[in-house]
């Protein structure tokens, strides 16, 4: 019987444990914090400080996205030579289905939700599976056609066999420095998902974005470029009008949004569901039937020729660079804990009129912008500060290019308190 250690109790570390259970393998969970969820479900767990003594007899590491490549558990477990996997790495030693994989810096869940959905317009049993809340580890049991798996860097960084049929890289740019210690580092780790495919797998990525490109050339796979500004060669994207992919045909004034960034995940995903047997009718329901979640560019207020914008989700500099850039002139509200990233680009935007500095991030994005920047500290005085300087013909953006966890628990919560304060100053939506 083989003994498991699995770093980390939250969803993605029992979801292992589980698998692993029943799978007849002795497992540990460490995480420093007391886990009531873990001991209710009967695991043995250990708290508090590291401590090496827990590696004794160990066959597997599992490793959750919480502790970083240089933890000492990671570091020593591979130095007394125990393989370290992620969650996705040891749930795909279970599966026997087809696997479709997308990986990127931004956009990604919104690639993932697209594809499943178009499959499930299909007749296919299909879920979106993995970095979108719902870990690989509680779908290998039989009764699914494929599984659409969402892989962040953290996950694909430990994984050695992974081998999706179809995969997708919607963009690379710099993120998660402060866990992967490096951009080399980030970047290797997104490369990972194609690592163990071959020339009969299929790699989808946008052309209009350098690090997916750079990327996609290295790829073993047939490669098939997207963009959602024009239609590349060989590939998918906007024609006249129109969303082309293969033989599939939508008229782009049918979509829930014209974005490009829209366009291009809607691009990305029907190319990956055709692959696995969706029907051309079912990706046109799919995409047509389809809305980026909360918090991704999402309109909260209209009036005054103001246009209030929530893009919480852009949690880093190259995502809120594209929300950003989608507008003529911008107060854009920013900052936040920035995972050691470069934010200069941000605040000196041409189209950026006022940078308004929020949390740990606030003063120097400020100081960036120079006379531009305002510093409010706090969302609430963000948002009175916007209102006093924002006019006719202006956005004011929320795309703080950071994460939220220096004054929120999650992007969603800082989201929804923007949303909050503006509809308490302005009124509900209006057109």
Known sequence: MSRLLVLGAGVSGLAASRLARRKGASVTIFDEKPSPEALAEGFAIANGGWDPVLLNGVDVVVASPGFTERSMPIVEALEWGI?????????????????????????????????????????????????????????????????????????????????????????????????????????????????????????????DDGGATELAMAAPSETYPISGTHLPSGGGGVHEGALVVGEVVIDITELTSQDPSHLANLASAAALALRVGATGDAVVKGATGYSPGLHRRSLVHEGNGIRWIDDSKATNPHAALSSIRAHDSVILIAGGLSKGLDLTAMATEPNVRVVIGIGEAGPGLVADAGERGRLAKTLDIAVEMATQVAGRGDTVLLAPGCASFDQFDSYAARGERFAELVTQRMGSHSQ
């Open 83 to 207: 393989p370290v996997w992620s969650e996705v790495e040891y749930a795909w030693r279970h599966l026997q289905l087809p696997v479709i994989a997308i990986t990127g810096t931004n956009g990604k869940t919104s690639v993932t939700e697209a594809t499943a959905a178009m499959l499930d317009a299909s007749g296919l049993n299909a879920p979106a599976t993995g970095n979108i809340g719902a870990p690989l580890s509680d779908f290998t049991d039989d009764g699914y056609d494929a599984l659409v798996v969402e892989v962040s860097s953290f996950q694909l960084r430990f994984t050695e066999s992974f081998h999706p049929l179809a995969a997708a890289i919607t963009n690379v740019a710099a993120d998660h420095l402060d866990w992967h210690g490096s951009e080399f580092g980030y970047r290797s780790s997104k490369a990972r998902i194609y690592a163990n495919q071959t020339g009969s797998d299929l790699l989808v990525y946008d052309c």
